[in-house]
């Protein structure tokens, strides 16, 4: 079917030009292809960058989703490509899938540039994808519609729901307790995982759909389907249609991403007491934008937001109860007030326009802001002397009496030595000292291994204990919990403050005065500072050597340094 709608001049057909001799060339190969001419000149060809991969648990449904995508785009009168990139499978991926966000980012923009292409439907969602995908559609500038992979279902354990990765954390810790059998564990980690679709926890993977959503990437409401519903097919579909009316109008990242978006973005983050990963993403998106994001930023909007969503790993509930509850368009409808509505959306619509006659169903989970579950945001952004450019605590995730602590510091320089100590019954450790790990950081991990919540040593988790303080330039899954400050800035692999701690030093955790601080005089941290040797660069060839070399601190998004914004990238030349 041909579009009726006004001729555009398409990017495609800069490839597809039969006066050239490679324009013929590039027809031929369509035409080998199974496409017909009709089919490339006036239709929009649409990408469709798929993060499928048989590693991938939280993606395993995307093979199948990509034809209700492909349906979308043919009934629009558009032509479906479909292009696999890098999946990102987040439990599988070692040192970690940090290291390859940028990676697929490079992928999907370099994928989108260097073919012929006139807009794209990225489908992904576990962790480290969403972001990835749009970092680079972003930096590509064409339009672009996001399909979330969608939530898996509730876990299921002899009658107990489960959340992922908050419980897997919880039952380990009563394993090594003894309170446990190990047949229960085994049946427990056997009935986490029920379906195709990524953690049902407000983790980093729903955070950050809920992030893209909101943004104006998804369709409403897309983000909170979980994968397996008839409902997630059909918005697959009807993002296939709209990408092609996206090309038609013309409406690209440029045209969506604004200061505004992105402090939406913020405030929903806040709202749904969303993953501490989300930070980083977020200033990395914003900054493949050109927008300069600081972590004051999330304080100040954090203070502005309340918390409404009573969803783990600080609430109660999980994402399937999310959406029955009316999702995140009834969230955003709850707290129109704090957004700004007229940013424009890939429906070609506004926020404001998208989320009307959206209502919350159950208000056990998800509140409003004339009755929230906290009336401030739960991300902290703590400085000091252990941590200049910021470090980040989930609080509304950790033990309100370690909120105003001081402890003395038990300092790991690697996770290795921390997990062959951790449960030494000579550790000298008690309820109230600061677990330490060191070198976890963006190079030193490399990429920021998800390292952050310290397990808390068994002599302890026998007495009962279930928190402690806990300081890293690691990361930390959004599904984790406790007090844990992460993303320690700069790193100390580099030369940062907590590289100059040692064992027995007083740390002082101050949430309301938003300090860390070790308490040793400035003369003692730059005479242990003289005697510091620099650290070796960790990889001497490959992606991880340009890793090493160009990534960014955790406050300025991890992105790679030569991808931020410097100037258009030319358009491949065609002959
Ligand atoms: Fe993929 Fe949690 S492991 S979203």
Redesign the pocket.
């Known amino acids: 079917m041909q579009r009726k709608k006004k001729f555009i001049k398409l990017r495609s057909q800069r490839w597809f030009s039969s006066d050239t001799l490679r324009g013929s060339g590039h027809i031929s190969r369509i035409l080998q292809l199974g496409l017909t001419e009709e089919d490339i000149e006036k239709k929009p060809i649409i990408g469709i960058i798929n993060t499928w991969s048989e590693i ?3 993606h395993s449904h995307l093979k199948e989703r990509a034809k209700d995508v492909k349906k979308g785009i043919l009934q629009a009168g558009g032509v479906p490509i479909e292009m696999p990139a890098i999946s990102l ?3 599988f991926q070692k040192p970690s899938t940090m290291m390859y966000r940028n990676f697929l980012a490079m992928e999907t923009e370099e994928l989108l540039r260097s073919y012929p292409i006139d807009g794209c439907v990225l489908m992904g ?3 480290k994808t969403t972001p990835g995908l749009l970092m680079g559609a972003i930096s590509m500038n064409i339009p672009t519609i996001f399909v979330p992979a969608g939530a898996m279902l509730r876990g299921h354990w002899r009658g107990e729901t489960l959340g ?2 908050s419980d897997i954390w919880k039952y380990w810790d009563e394993l090594r307790a003894g309170n446990i059998s190990k047949r229960d564990w085994k049946e427990m980690i056997e009935g986490i995982a029920r379906s195709p679709g ?2 049902m926890t407000m ?3 729903s955070t950050m759909t809920s992030i893209a959503e909101v943004m104006g990437f998804s369709l409403t409401n897309a983000s909170s389907i979980p994968a397996p519903d008839s409902g997630h097919r059909r918005m697959a579909t009807y993002s296939g249609r709209r990408i092609v009316d996206m090309v038609i109008e013309d409406l690209k990242p440029s045209d969506i991403i604004t200061e505004k978006t992105i402090a939406n973005a913020i405030k929903v983050l806040m709202a749904l007491g969303g993953s501490t990963n989300g930070l980083i993403h977020v200033i990395a998106l914003a900054r493949r934008a050109g927008i300069e994001l600081e972590l004051e930023h999330f304080e100040k909007i954090g203070l502005e937001t309340p918390y409404l969503a009573n969803l783990r790993p600080a609430g109660k509930y999980l994402m399937e109860d999310f959406y029955y509850a009316g999702g995140l368009g009834a969230l955003l409808q709850g707290m129109h007030r704090l957004l700004n509505l007229a940013e424009k959306t890939c429906t070609g619509k506004t926020l404001g326009d998208n989320i009307e006659g959206y209502k919350i169903f159950n208000h056990e989970v998800i509140k409003t802001p004339d009755n929230p579950i906290e009336p401030a945001g739960g991300l902290i952004v703590l400085k000091g002397n252990l941590a200049p450019d910021g470090a980040v605590l989930k609080a509304n995730a950790a033990d309100p009496k370690f909120h105003e602590h001081i402890g003395k510091a038990i300092v790991f320089d690697n996770y290795n030595e921390m997990a062959k100590k951790i449960d030494d019954p000579s550790l000298d450790v008690n309820p109230d000292s600061v677990l330490i790990l060191r070198n976890s950081g963006p190079v030193g991990g490399p990429g920021m291994p998800e390292w952050g919540m310290l397990p808390i040593p068994k002599k302890l988790l026998r007495q009962g204990v279930r928190d402690m303080v806990r300081i890293s330039d690691a990361r930390m899954s959004g ?1 984790s919990y406790g007090t844990c400050i992460l993303h320690v800035a700069p790193e100390s692999w580099v030369g940062g403050p907590l590289s100059l701690v040692r064992s027995g030093d007083l740390i002082e955790v101050n949430v309301p005065l938003r300090k860390l601080e070790v308490k040793v005089s400035k003369d003692e941290l730059n005479s242990r500072k003289a005697a510091q040797k620099t650290k070796p660069v960790k990889f001497s060839r490959g992606y991880g050597k340009i890793f090493s070399e160009h990534v960014l601190q955790a406050n300025k998004g991890c992105d790679f340094d030569f991808l931020e914004p410097a100037g258009p990238t030319p358009e491949p030349e065609i002959h």
């Open positions: 991938n648990h939280c499978a987040e439990v969602g576990c962790d992922s990765g990524t953690c983790g980093t993977a599904t």
